[in-house]
């Protein structure tokens, strides 16, 4: 039998962040697309929007799922969830156009199935393990893959394992010069399951709240969107990296104010701490 344990009353609920981080996650994704209809790569920029999106949803999901007492079980739960995500992304871009809802529905089954197992062959009886690993590996899907659509602006295969490298001002093909041949796939990997696991570790707590959570879920994201951002520059346009750059430091820039503005809010007291002062022997 588990019991739940609240850490702090939300006000918007999880189903809400739910449908509007699936919804606006997708969409934003799907707007990386107006660089194949253009034949431009500025739109790419919204691939990091999106996973940005599903990090945010992803915090409310790991919240939910540590409220039933494992708490310790935040990292595991992060790395095994983009562990299907990543793979159900890899395989959902092979479905062209449909690429972004065949990663969902094959990281929702892969998901589902891992939940059943912990749940029940493991036995740990906890009433929504299912539905969040299911979610959290939707989460991990659409994170990598609005990543992915922001370094490469695509979320193709073809895109994703074609890379040049010049030689006396000849283009050669060269698989390892690729998003996934060059194993950039990894460092999104890494970059997503960090921000999806840090905030609620790090705003745990007495004064634990919703907003600031969630603020410091969107912090992460832009930080990790600045990395991909300076990753971008090696697959598309200087113009397109530079926005996309731009557009993340902005983005954390405001989110990491307006944490630290929560954090003074919610704070018992707040010291701002000085330079230690080194003394001459």
Not at 35 to 50: E, V, W
Not at 120 to 127: D, E, F, G, H
Not at 181 to 206: C, D, K, R
Request: overall charge negative; hydrophobic content about 55%; proline content about 2%.
């Amino acid at each position: 039998m588990t019991v739940k344990v609240e850490a702090s009353a939300d006000s918007i609920p999880h189903n809400t962040l739910l449908i509007v981080g699936l919804i606006g996650s997708i969409v934003c994704i799907y707007l990386t697309y107006l660089n194949t209809i253009t034949g431009l790569d500025i739109f790419s920029f919204f691939g990091g929007i999106g996973a940005i999106i599903a990090l945010i949803w992803g915090t409310s999901t790991i919240k939910r799922l540590c409220s039933y007492g494992i708490g310790t079980g935040v990292p595991s739960a992060g790395m095994i969830a983009f562990g299907a995500g990543i793979i159900a992304m890899l395989v959902g871009t092979k479905f062209g156009l449909f690429s972004p809802l065949a990663a969902l529905v094959l990281a929702l089954v892969s998901g589902a199935i891992i939940g059943f197992l912990a749940d029940s062959v493991l036995n740990m009886k906890i009433p929504v393990m299912v539905q969040s690993l299911a979610e959290l590996s939707i989460i991990g899907a659409l994170t990598i893959l609005g990543f992915t659509a922001m370094a490469t602006g695509d979320f193709t295969f073809g895109v994703l394992t074609a890379g040049t490298i010049s030689i006396f001002g000849f283009a050669i093909p060269a698989a390892q010069a690729s998003f996934v041949g060059g194993g950039v796939t990894a460092v999104a990997f890494m970059l997503g399951g960090i921000a999806i696991q840090h905030p609620f570790n790090a705003a745990l707590g007495p004064s634990n709240t919703q907003d600031r959570t969630l603020m410091l879920a969107a912090e992460c994201g832009f930080l990790s969107m600045i990395m991909m951002a300076v990753i971008s520059f090696a697959f598309i346009s200087m113009g397109s990296a530079l926005l996309g750059l731009l557009i993340a430091l902005i983005g954390w820039g405001y989110t990491y104010a307006k944490f630290i503005e929560l954090s003074k809010r919610d704070a018992a007291s707040w010291l701002d701490a000085k330079m230690i002062v080194e003394t001459e022997d």
